[in-house]
């Protein structure tokens, strides 16, 4: 791949660029500006984690107090205020498909491929702007269409977010509203990675190559072309489901293959795990420098790791499907395969241990969600190798201990890092600080309860309680092989309950902190990426003009300079600059 950088619009002048301001529906409604685009993926997916929340919520009242009102949505699926067992399958399939395809997926590649690319470049957008305000519109609609399907006949989808056949073939009409929505989501994802890609390969700044690029830059890009390859897959799944559906084929039921629809889902679905994680590694690796003040440990190897994880995300799909009956040589590949992404993993986690040891570290809420990310992921990620054992995840695949395993990953990997991403990003968002106090209560709030919720579920499910189940305690005078682990279940649940609660001063801080709080200065974390030089928030067309980058945006404490940081775009003297060439030929 060529380090070559483009030029556009070298020496040209705010003046030359004078543009008619858009009014406030050209503006919000229809902007094709890439910082008001990646802030509506931000306050979309938000709306979409309260409903996501709430959900997971009902799921959780539900094993707990089996035969009382779940409240909210018991009313919607039951007169009774009861969940009988197909309306809990609604529950968490929507729940689950809320979560991954309308809360992180969109603010973690939407809103931070939006709003951080062309800042961290030096592009005044994208490649394409008006096929990045479409990619946006298609998911608030792919959310209506979605939750349609609590109003059509026989509910919602309630097949799983896998959505296996035949089950799903049968099912109500809100699976055809799913498949429908999923792959207009998919339509988005692969819009959006159009323009990430192009716009990196083709937009940068003079100056900026692609081993000068931060790790964020990095992760969305290789997080791009895993969706490219991946996603139409997905979307092939799902209009053969709708054809077996509607249509009277059988590509996947009665005559067909339901094990074909397993395989091309999970050809997506595993590799959308590291669509889910990658862009927050680099979030990440960001923040930890920025606060660490220093520069990230092993710069290329932390970018040819995420490589690395995104090509073997690609071969390891079949230890979803182990318990299929799939050939035992076949399965030992993809266990030792499965193995084998721990390597690049761990990389990243002794990089980011590396970059820490030694540093002066500030304890920020965008840093203290940065050190929860990595040790949550790591714990998830230690669970994900003994799983990746076919005889132990034959014992383990249907029980709680997956529920653990995946919620340890996705919140307290992705979630912390959006956490994270959110907290440092948000003065050049929104002109604002967020308030420290109440960021600081809503992270220690939220890693307590995190942890009291989900770390339990590891427990029950090495007692072999399954997933899925509706209920596990029963009446009085019966006998039941998990009711003794009922207690689990409420502690899980009052963790819930309150792990949701803590989740509203989020909310709160965001919205006081737009309208009344401290106003941000340029630079508020003495941090070296080109968006820190612009004002906040950034005008339209960012730049003017195009900046010159004369090094990698990790420079903390460098020995050039009496501050602990030098910016991506300052120049330095003839003899500094010499030394600064040397240091970088000699990989320092």
């Known amino acids: 791949m060529s380090t070559t950088t483009s030029t556009p619009h070298v020496g040209e002048t705010h003046a030359e660029h004078e543009h008619h301001e858009p009014g406030l529906i050209g503006r919000y409604i229809f902007s094709k500006d890439h910082k008001v685009i990646g802030v509506q993926f931000l306050f979309t997916g938000l709306i979409f984690l309260i409903l996501g929340g709430l959900l997971a919520l009902a799921v959780r009242w539900r094993i707990a107090w089996p035969t009382s009102e779940v409240p909210l949505f018991g009313k919607m699926l039951d007169d009774a205020g009861t969940v009988t067992g197909s309306e809990y399958a609604v529950l968490f399939t929507m729940h689950a498909s809320v979560m991954i395809f309308f809360v992180i997926i969109p603010i973690l590649v939407g809103t931070f491929g939006n709003f951080v690319i062309p800042l961290h470049i030096g592009a005044r957008d994208m490649a394409f702007p008006f096929l990045n305000g479409l990619s946006y519109w298609m998911m608030p609609l792919a959310g209506i269409i979605i939750l349609f399907g609590f109003f059509v006949e026989g509910g919602a989808a309630a097949a799983g977010w896998t959505s296996y056949p035949p089950l799903s073939v049968i099912a109500s009409n809100?699976?055809?509203?799913?498949?429908?929505?999923?792959?207009?989501?998919?339509?988005?994802s692969i819009m959006g990675s159009v323009n990430y890609i192009t716009t990196i390969i083709k937009m940068r700044a003079p100056g900026m190559t692609l081993h000068r690029m931060s790790l964020t830059v990095w992760s969305i890009f290789i997080t791009s072309i895993l969706v490219l390859f991946g996603t139409p897959v997905l979307t092939s799944a799902l209009i053969l489901q709708i054809l077996d559906?509607?249509?009277?084929?059988?590509?996947?039921?009665?005559d067909?293959?339901?094990l074909l629809y397993q395989h091309l889902f999970w050809f997506y679905s595993h590799p959308a795990v590291y669509i889910m994680i990658l862009p927050a590694m680099g979030v990440v690796s960001d923040v930890l420098s920025v606060f660490a003040r220093k520069p990230i440990f092993g710069y290329r190897a932390m970018a040819y790791s995420m490589v690395g994880i995104s090509g073997l995300g690609y071969i390891v799909w079949g230890h979803h499907m182990f318990q299929s009956g799939m050939n035992p040589a076949l399965g030992t590949t993809f266990m030792i395969s499965t193995m084998l992404i721990a390597l690049p993993s761990a990389v990243k986690t002794f990089n980011w241990l590396g970059t820490l040891w030694g540093g002066n570290i500030q304890f920020t809420t965008p840093m203290l969600n940065a050190l929860a990310f990595v040790s949550m992921f790591v714990i998830g990620g230690l669970s994900g190798i003994f799983m990746a054992a076919t005889p132990v995840d034959i014992h383990i695949h249907d029980t709680y201990f997956i529920v653990g395993h995946i919620h340890y990953v996705l919140f307290g990997g992705s979630l912390f890092?959006?956490?994270a991403g959110v907290a440092f990003w948000f003065p050049k968002m929104f002109g604002r600080m967020l308030n420290e106090t109440l960021g600081k209560i809503h992270f220690i709030g939220t890693f307590i309860t995190f942890n009291c919720t989900f770390f339990p579920m590891h427990i029950v499910g090495a007692a072999g309680m399954p997933r899925r189940y509706a209920a596990y305690a029963v009446e009085q005078g019966t006998t039941n092989t998990w009711a003794h682990l009922q207690p689990y279940n409420e502690f899980m649940t009052y963790s819930a309950l309150a792990l949701g609660a803590f989740q509203i001063l989020l909310f709160v801080n965001?919205?006081?902190s737009i309208f009344a709080g401290k106003k941000a200065p340029r630079n508020p974390w003495n941090a070296n990426t080109l968006e820190w030089t612009l004002p906040s928030p950034p005008v339209h067309g960012n730049f003017f003009p195009?900046?010159?980058?004369?090094?990698?945006?990790?420079?903390?404490?460098?020995?050039l300079v009496a501050e602990d940081y030098l910016p991506q775009s300052r120049k330095l003297d003839p003899e500094a600059e010499e030394k600064e060439r040397r240091m970088e030929a000699e990989g320092h």
């Open 245 to 254: 559906r509607h249509a009277g084929t059988t590509f996947f039921s009665h």
């Open 546 to 559: 195009i900046p010159e980058v004369y090094r990698g945006p990790y420079e903390y404490s460098s020995p």
């Open 256 to 258: 067909g293959q339901p």
């Open 510 to 512: 965001i919205f006081w």
């Open 174 to 188: 809100g699976q055809t509203c799913w498949c429908i929505s999923l792959i207009l989501v998919g339509t988005s």
């Open 417 to 419: 890092g959006v956490f």
